[in-house]
C-alpha cells in the first residue's frame, strides 16, 4: 500500500469482489460519485464490526487502512466475524484531495490538502446524501457489536491516541490498548492526555474516553457523530475513533493547541518548522491501524469462537 493508491481507490475496492468481498453500491455521492459497502466474514447472524473511513476527506489514511484491512481479512479463511466496511466515506471531496497529491508524495503535500467537509460532525443530519446512504446501510444490519470510524489527528502531533465511546466494554478496552501498544513503536508515544482538550477522562495510555450525547438531545442544528448513531441503533459493546498523526514531535508535549496548530501552519507553508519531528511513514501507521482493529476484530471472534483468532 502506498499513498499514491489514494489516486485508484475504486479500482482497488472493485478488487477485493475478485477476492471475495462483497461490494455494495449504497449510494451516490453529491456529484455522482459511487459510495461503496464492502462486506466480508461470517453469516448474518455472526458478530458484526462496521468501519467507516474517510468521514473528513484529508485525512486520508483512513480510506486506506480501510481497503489494507480488507485486504488482510480477504486473507484469511477461519474469519467468523461479518466486518461491514465504507471505505471512503466522502468520494467527492476524497477525490479532490487524492488529485492534488503529486506523483511523488510527501509529508508537507499531504499537510497542504485542503478539501475537506464534517461528515462526522453531520452524520446524523440529512445535510450530506453520503451520510444519509451511509446511516441507512448501517440500519439495515442485524446487529452492530464494535463500531469504528477512521481519522487523522493533528497531522504533526506530540503522538497518538484513540477515542473510546462512552459505554464500552472496559475490558475490551484495556486488552486493545494493550495490543495496540506492543505494536506501537516506541519513539511514537502514546498520549497520556487529550492534546485536544475534548476529553477528561484516560482509559489506558492513549486511549481517552469520549462521551456520546444522548440521540434525544441531537437535533438538524445539532447533529451528532456516527459513534452517536451507531451507539442509538445498536447498543454496541465497542466504538472507538483513530487519531493517527502523520508525524511525532515530543516538543509538543506540553504545548498548547494552538501551539501544535502553529506547528503545522508553518511545516504546511514553509517546508520547515522551529520543532523537530519524526515522520510517521505509512507502512508503520497501516500497522499500528491494523493491529488496533484487528484487536477490536478479535473480540468479536472470542464471542463467535472461543478459540478462534485472526491472524492479526
Not at 80 to 85: F, L, M, P, Q, T
Not at 216 to 233: E, M
Not at 240 to 258: F, K, N, W
Request: glycine residues 6%.
Amino acid at each position: 500500500m502506498e499513498w499514491a493508491d489514494l489516486k485508484q481507490l475504486d479500482r482497488l475496492i472493485q478488487k477485493t469482489q475478485d477476492l471475495g468481498a462483497c461490494v455494495e453500491e449504497i449510494g451516490v455521492s453529491g456529484e455522482g460519485r459511487s459510495l461503496y459497502g464492502v462486506t466480508v466474514g461470517g453469516t448474518q447472524a455472526t458478530p458484526t464490526v462496521v468501519i467507516v473511513a474517510g468521514c473528513h476527506a484529508d485525512e486520508v489514511i483512513g480510506p486506506l487502512t480501510a481497503i489494507f484491512m480488507l485486504q488482510t481479512l480477504l486473507r484469511d479463511e477461519r474469519l467468523s466475524v461479518k466486518v461491514c466496511v465504507v471505505p471512503v466515506a466522502d468520494p467527492d471531496f476524497v477525490f479532490r484531495n487524492a488529485t492534488d497529491l503529486p506523483a511523488t508524495v510527501t509529508l508537507q503535500a499531504l499537510l497542504k490538502l485542503k478539501h475537506q467537509r464534517d461528515l462526522e460532525g453531520h452524520f446524523t443530519a440529512d445535510t450530506y446524501p453520503e451520510c444519509v446512504a451511509i446511516r441507512r446501510w448501517i440500519e439495515q444490519l442485524e446487529r452492530v457489536d464494535a463500531y469504528v470510524s477512521l481519522h487523522s489527528a493533528h497531522c504533526i502531533s506530540p503522538g497518538l491516541f484513540f477515542y473510546v465511546g462512552s459505554p464500552s466494554n472496559l475490558g475490551w478496552v484495556r486488552q486493545v490498548a494493550d495490543r495496540v501498544a506492543t505494536a506501537t513503536p516506541d519513539w511514537i508515544p502514546l498520549l497520556p492526555d487529550d492534546p485536544t482538550g475534548l476529553s477528561q477522562t484516560t482509559l489506558s495510555p492513549g486511549f481517552f474516553e469520549l462521551g456520546i450525547p444522548a440521540y434525544t438531545d441531537l437535533s438538524a442544528s445539532h447533529p451528532g457523530s456516527s459513534l452517536a448513531f451507531v451507539a442509538h441503533c445498536f447498543q454496541p459493546q465497542y466504538l472507538g475513533a483513530s487519531e493517527i498523526p502523520l508525524a511525532v514531535c515530543s516538543e509538543l508535549a506540553q504545548a498548547s493547541l494552538a501551539e501544535i496548530d502553529q506547528c503545522n501552519r508553518e511545516v504546511r507553508q514553509q517546508g520547515h518548522t522551529s520543532y523537530s519531528f519524526q515522520e510517521i511513514d505509512l507502512d508503520t501507521q497501516l500497522r499500528i491501524m491494523e493491529t488496533w482493529i484487528g484487536s477490536v476484530i478479535n473480540q468479536m471472534a472470542a464471542i463467535a469462537q472461543p478459540d478462534s483468532r485472526i491472524d492479526i
